[in-house]
C-alpha cells in the first residue's frame, strides 16, 4: 500500500499530494468529530509506524510526480509527528521535494523540540487548537492522558517565533462543546500570545466520528473570525452549515440584519438565507426598517440590495 495518496484539492493549500507517515487510526487524540473515524489506537509513543524504507520510496515516487501537485502535505490517518522518522521525512523532503511541503498537525508533539525544528523548516504548519480550556479541550479532542496542553501552547508560540514559514492554526467548532462565551474569551487571549499568521476557524461539515455532533453557525463563526485581536477567517463555505442557530422574533431579529448589512449590502433573498427561521416575517421586518430609514435600498444591475 502506498503511503501517498491523492493529488486531492485543498481549499487552503490547491493540489496537495498527502504523505501518510502513521496507520489507520493511529493517533494522539479521538477528536468527536474526525472525519477519518475513531482512533483504533490512542497512543503518545513516538514509533516506526511506517518503516524508513518504505519512506524513503515514497519520496522518490513524491519526487518522481511532482508536477501533478501543488504541495506535499504530510497528514493522513493520525498524527503525522507520531512517527518516529518525522523529523528525518521533513529534512530528506526538503532536499529532493522543490515544491511547498506542509504539515498538517493535531500540534500534540509541537513541543518536543526536535518535532518543532522540523516544523521550522516547512512552508505551512497546518495546526490544530480547538480549545485551550483543559474542560472543553478533554471534551471535543478527547487526547490520549499524556498529551499536554499547556505544553502546546508553549510550543506553537515558540514555533511560531523561529519558523521560516507560516503557522496556520485551524479552531473547529462543535456546536454545544466549545462554542461558549468563556471558551472564546480565553481562546482569543491565547492566540494573541501564541501570534500565528493566521487563525482558520471551521466546524462539522463531514459525518463526524460520534453521533449528535453538530457544527455551529455560519453567523457564529463570522462573529467570532471579527472578535478576535488576531487575523481570521472562516474556511467554511456558508452554503454547508446552518446561518443560524435559532428562532429570532422579530424583536431579536432586527438589530441581527442591521449589524450585517453595516458589513455588506445585501438583497432580500441573502437575507432569508442568512436568517432562515425569519424568513416567513423577513419581507415585513425589511419594510419597518425602511420606512424608519434605518436601512435604504441601492441598485446594481437591476437588482435591490439593502445597506445600513
Known amino acids: 500500500m502506498s503511503l501517498l495518496f491523492g493529488p486531492v484539492f485543498s481549499r487552503r493549500l490547491g493540489r496537495s499530494l498527502g504523505f501518510d507517515l502513521v496507520p489507520y487510526k493511529i493517533c494522539s487524540m479521538n477528536c468527536i468529530y474526525c472525519e477519518v473515524g475513531r482512533t483504533t489506537f490512542l497512543t503518545v509513543e513516538r514509533a516506526a509506524y511506517v518503516s524508513w524504507d518504505k519512506i524513503k520510496k515514497a519520496l522518490k515516487e513524491a519526487a518522481e510526480m511532482e508536477r501533478s501537485f501543488d504541495v506535499l ?16 521525512v521533513v529534512s530528506e523532503a526538503r532536499k529532493i521535494i522543490q515544491k511547498p511541503i506542509a504539515v498538517l ?13 522540523a516544523l521550522e523548516k516547512v512552508d505551512f504548519v497546518l495546526a490544530s487548537l480547538d480549545s485551550v480550556r483543559k474542560e472543553s479541550f478533554i471534551k471535543v479532542n478527547r487526547p490520549h492522558p499524556g498529551v499536554p496542553l499547556n505544553k502546546i501552547v508553549e510550543g506553537l508560540k515558540l514555533l511560531r517565533e523561529k519558523m521560516q514559514g507560516k503557522l496556520l492554526l485551524e479552531v473547529l467548532f462543535v456546536k454545544g462543546v466549545n462554542d461558549s462565551e468563556e471558551d472564546i474569551e480565553v481562546l482569543n487571549k491565547t492566540l494573541i500570545y501564541i501570534n500565528p499568521h493566521k487563525v482558520q476557524l471551521n466546524t462539522v461539515v463531514r459525518p463526524p466520528a460520534e453521533k449528535g455532533v453538530g457544527p455551529v453557525s455560519f453567523s457564529f463563526l463570522q462573529k467570532v473570525a471579527e472578535s478576535l485581536e488576531v487575523p481570521a477567517e472562516v474556511i ?6 446552518p446561518q443560524e442557530d435559532s428562532e429570532l422574533s422579530e424583536e431579536e431579529l432586527i438589530p441581527r440584519i442591521i449589524e450585517y448589512l453595516k458589513r455588506r449590502p445585501a438583497p432580500a433573498d441573502e437575507l432569508a438565507r442568512a436568517f432562515p427561521s425569519a424568513k416567513n416575517f423577513m419581507n415585513s421586518v425589511i419594510e419597518k426598517l ?8 441601492v441598485f446594481h444591475q437591476d437588482k435591490a440590495y439593502y445597506v445600513a
Open 290 to 297: 425602511l420606512s424608519q430609514g434605518r436601512i435604504k435600498t
Open 73 to 88: 502535505t504530510f497528514s493522513g490517518s493520525g498524527e503525522p509527528t507520531l512517527n518516529i522518522y518525522f523529523e528525518k
Open 236 to 241: 467554511v463555505s456558508s452554503s454547508a452549515v
Open 105 to 117: 498537525t493535531n500540534s500534540s508533539f509541537v513541543w518536543l523540540s526536535s518535532v518543532r525544528k
